[in-house]
């Protein structure tokens, strides 16, 4: 008849063979499965914050396939994963933003393909262009989607005492301000001339501790207006802020949180 046939080669779970329930019930978890990009900020001067908050939601996501795209430069000791196969992929379902000044170009292109999600950015376009827009920082109807770290997650509830006794000082993963040297030289000296008797413990950026530990055992927490502040409360302990910038200057202010702006 002079037709001619060839072969096409498709992705091996497009060519799922389906004869026994537990086949089908894979066809409908591949059919759901989805492509989900992460674009991350990390770096001395934007902090961790956007790191643990993707690394989070990712362990929640695992199900899908995933992707990042790391902004900045990464800090040491952070793992961030990346697939080397993603570039040679078709564009992503969703691309989640976790950084501030998303470009332009950016959320066009992925709009293009997919659903863009937007986190803590509060430019014009972003509020414009992002299919979600979460900020628990600067709006109080997002503050219920504060994601925390796991160790400060289902903590029992504090017993405060009438007296404290330990102050804890930490300002976050980077501290580009270096509030923490500055509060360690100025305001440490002054405490303890004042309030003698008390165990003043400071952490330094990338000292690996458990601040869900450190913060349930400290009767008090100096720290800045970021996501540590959460942190803080989480814990149900008191907490002493100080903004590193502007920005943080404009973040909720919550209960049991003295600022000084």
């Known amino acids: ?25 894979l066809a ?13 900020a990390v770096g001395h001067e934007v902090g961790t914050g956007h790191y643990h908050r993707c690394r989070h939601l990712a362990r929640v996501l695992g199900h899908h396939e995933l992707s990042w795209e790391v ?14 196969e993603w570039f040679d992929t078709p564009p992503a379902d969703v691309t ?11 959320l066009l292109d992925a709009g293009k393909h997919g659903k863009v999600v937007v986190l803590e950015d509060e430019g014009a376009e972003s509020g414009r262009l992002a299919d979600l827009r979460v900020n628990e920082m600067l709006d109080p109807a997002d503050l219920r989607y504060a994601v925390l770290r796991e160790e400060f997650c289902c903590l029992p509830p504090r017993e405060h005492v009438e007296r404290g006794r330990r102050i804890l000082v930490t300002f976050g993963g980077s501290d580009p301000a270096n509030l923490t040297g500055r ?7 002054e405490a303890v001339r004042r309030i003698p008797g008390w165990d003043i413990q400071v952490i330094r950026p990338g000292t690996s501790a458990s601040m869900a530990r450190e913060m349930r055992a400290a009767d008090l927490v100096i720290t800045g207006q970021g996501r540590t502040v959460m942190e803080a409360a ?13 920005r943080e200057a404009r973040h909720l202010r919550i209960p049991g949180v003295a600022y000084l702006g």
Do not use: W
């Open 96 to 106: 989640i933003f976790d950084r501030l000044e998303v470009p332009l170009a950016d």
């Open 71 to 84: 902004v900045g430069n990464q800090p040491r000791g952070l793992e961030m994963p990346v697939s080397a």
């Open 28 to 40: 409908e978890r591949l059919v759901a499965l989805r492509r989900i990009h992460f674009v991350v």
């Open 183 to 189: 509060v360690q030289s100025d305001l440490v000296p």
């Open 234 to 246: 989480a814990c149900g302990t008191p907490c002493i802020s100080i903004s590193a910038n502007e």
């Open 1 to 25: 008849s002079g037709k001619t046939t060839a072969t096409m080669q498709i992705p091996s779970r497009e060519a799922l063979d389906i004869d026994t329930p537990d086949d089908l019930l």
